[in-house]
């Protein structure tokens, strides 16, 4: 499977906006129910904080969705 790869000006993001930026979450309400119903993993394990800080490298699935983080800071 091809893991995609989504680009973010800073060196971090929240986990809930990345969803939404990425286009895994339609918006703010639909990454909450995502992340609460632990559908998203990050780096291969489930996460349950929404305001997790992500960085450069690091892997968000949703499902059979994969998108990697890169860092442009």
Not at 41 to 67: F, P, S, W
Request: charged residues 30%; hydrophobic residues 45%.
């Amino acid at each position: 499977m091809r893991i995609r790869e989504v680009e973010i000006s800073d060196d971090m993001i929240r986990l809930g906006q990345f969803l939404k930026l990425a286009g895994l979450a339609e918006n703010g309400a639909h990454a909450r129910e995502l992340v609460e119903d632990g559908e998203v993993t990050v780096n291969g394990r489930v996460e349950v904080q929404r305001g997790k800080q992500l960085r450069g490298g690091d892997v968000v699935a949703v499902g059979a969705e994969k998108v990697r983080l890169v860092a442009n800071a």
